[in-house]
């Protein structure tokens, strides 16, 4: 088992470092991959995140790894080449977590829209408009060129009205086609993030990660970073410094590059998701991702997420990325978008069981819609001047798809600007759990080979493989010895949660409740099971009781502005009360 730092060692590591080539500021999964690109040349890289790994934007994604098809009506071609590349990478080097999805389009008309995508596709018009079976099937047949070159997904199928019934019969009566094709969903995305980052640090010893560090200042030659957990403060002078903020980007240049402050980069909107708990509509998908135009002409989704539907998306123009979260008339909008395909289906409010929202960190743009901005990434450099003794890449935009692109190019920047070469490359190295993982048709001979060797039930193998893939392996050998299962919740146990805070950088409760497990996405989390974690938590960090409650009032008030759990704080109060008196 691979030795893993804690977070003291971590902090000594840094008192230690006064200077580094490379500084990284920002968690998300354009960041993280910068920082694995640069750690497999050998850079002793830092990066730090103010919060946790992917808690903003790049935890909010649609959980969709997709080619970007609608990118071909905006003559993004170079784009759409390069996200059905990296889907098809991220389908074999990350096989644990990322699976194809087929997804079909329904379509009301035959010819219509093309007038209005050919204004599109010339910049002359930002208006949504319908689209019809010809123009889907004209832009199908040009995806699936590109996958035909650079993947491997199977064509495309367009569906008679009689089919389409045959296949859903829950269809609203103006769909008269349906479109069929392939694409590829992500089941963890945060947990793949923290992956990144470790692969990063096993392949470069001295490169350094940490979550809950935030960079406050400079005075043109060092920066100050801050622990936002205990307020310590520590000095570190970078050679460059990397831009990953995200939606923060322009803020951040604020504190390190105020000359160029003044050129804005980021033009964000929000997008917000709902998971509804909704047994018949899970039956209806069958599998599938619907993908539609609402009334409006704007594309929402729909599709089967661990045992739930996901449904999405808003599209809308925000100037605070702080204060962003799932607005009811928000959820109101997508749940009559819902209704505009499925209008037999009914979704009470007691279906929504969790609602996430992220500020995808868009470049700057005039358009009058943000559906016009383009999602592809750029690289902006600042060079160092009287007032700043450092480079700043700044990374501009990007998709989650994408990432791998995206963190190469950056790093060969700062390859560059370092004097190094590159002499690793990532396109077909696996990631985390990916490694050595098997193909689906040998998968069973495998975990129950691991049933034996480990002792524990198939099932029970099959389970952890799905949440960690290879990397379940090491944890086997814990379970072995103790695997009773949490009081409030069997398919998890003490030792499992145990092991995930010692080794994967977890400091708060919720960054296992959120994002190191999908506990809370799934609508899983009842206040006793919460209160039974962050005793679990309280005994594996030594939190004292002032602590683990000041955790669980945290957590909740959280999990409530931002994820729509408002009934869970008052019970875990109660619940809390209760303890204390029983003491």
């Not at 450099?381 to 798809?401: E, H, I, N, Y």
């Not at 949490?486 to 977890?506: G, P």
């Amino acid at each position: 088992m691979a030795t893993v730092l804690t977070r003291n060692e971590r902090l000594d590591r840094l008192r230690q470092r006064q200077i580094t080539p490379v500084l990284i500021a920002g968690g998300g999964i354009n960041g993280i991959s910068t920082f694995r690109e640069l750690a497999l040349q050998g850079i002793p890289a830092i990066i730090v995140e103010r919060d946790d790994w992917c808690q903003a934007a790049s935890g909010a994604l649609s959980r969709m790894i997709h080619g970007g098809l609608r990118y071909l009506e905006t003559g993004e071609f170079g784009l759409v080449k390069e996200s059905v590349i990296e889907r098809d990478r991220l389908l074999k080097n990350a096989s644990h977590y990322v699976f194809p999805l087929r997804t079909t389009v329904p379509v009301d008309n035959f010819s219509g829209g093309m007038i209005n995508a050919t204004r599109r596709f010339l910049r002359l018009s930002d208006k949504p408009a319908r689209r019809g079976a010809l123009l889907i099937k004209t832009g199908l047949s040009l995806y699936d060129l590109y996958t035909r070159q650079y993947g491997s997904m199977p064509k495309h199928q367009v569906r008679s009205e009689a089919a389409t019934r045959d296949r859903w019969p829950g269809f609203a009566p103006w769909v008269k086609y349906s479109a069929s094709y392939y694409d590829a969903w992500i089941s963890a995305p945060e947990r793949l993030g923290l992956e990144l980052v470790e692969d990063a640090e096993r392949a470069c010893s001295d490169a350094l990660a940490l979550n809950y560090m935030q960079l406050i200042s400079s005075d043109g030659e060092t920066v100050t970073l801050k622990d936002t957990l205990s307020g310590e403060q520590f000095r570190l002078q970078p050679h460059v410094l990397v831009n990953a903020g995200g939606a923060w980007i322009d803020q951040l240049n604020q504190h390190v590059a105020p000359k160029s402050a003044r050129q804005k980069l980021i033009g964000g909107t929000k997008g917000s998701h709902l998971i509804l708990d909704h047994p018949e509509l899970l039956r209806m998908l069958d599998g599938e991702m619907v993908y539609f135009e609402n009334q409006e002409g704007r594309v929402c989704i729909l599709f089967p997420w661990a045992g739930k539907v996901l449904a999405g998306s808003t599209d809308i123009r925000v100037d605070d990325p702080d204060n962003v979260v799932c607005e009811a008339a928000e959820k109101a909008y997508i749940l009559e978008s819902l209704r505009f395909v499925f209008p037999e289906v009914v979704v009470p409010e007691s279906a929504v069981v969790y609602t996430f929202c992220g500020v995808r960190p868009l470049p700057a743009s005039d358009a009058k819609l943000s559906g016009q901005i383009s999602r592809n990434h750029s690289l902006v450099m600042l060079p160092p001047d009287p007032t700043r003794a450092w480079s700043t890449l700044c990374l501009v935009g990007g998709k989650w798809t994408t990432f791998r692109r995206f963190g190469e190019e950056a790093a060969d920047r700062v390859l560059r600007l370092l004097g190094e070469k590159r002499h690793t490359s990532t396109t077909e190295l696996a990631i985390g759990g990916g490694r050595d993982f098997p193909a689906p048709a040998a998968q069973p001979a495998w975990i129950a080979q691991l049933a034996q060797q480990y002792a524990l039930p198939v099932p029970r193998v099959t389970q952890l493989v799905k949440r960690y893939g290879s990397r379940a392996v090491p944890l086997l050998s814990l379970l072995r010895d103790d695997d009773r299962p949490l009081h409030h919740h069997a398919d998890y146990s003490a030792t499992e949660l145990r092991y995930l805070t010692e080794h994967e950088q977890v400091c708060q409760l919720e960054d296992l409740l959120v994002r190191r497990t999908s506990l809370a996405i799934g609508g899983e989390l009842t206040p006793p099971l919460i209160q039974e974690i962050s005793l679990l938590m309280a005994q594996t960090l030594n939190w004292s009781e002032h602590q683990r409650i000041q955790q669980l009032q945290r957590c909740c008030a959280s999990l409530a502005r931002f994820h729509g759990l408002h009934g869970l704080y008052p019970t875990v109060m109660q619940q809390e009360a209760q303890h204390v008196s029983e003491q």
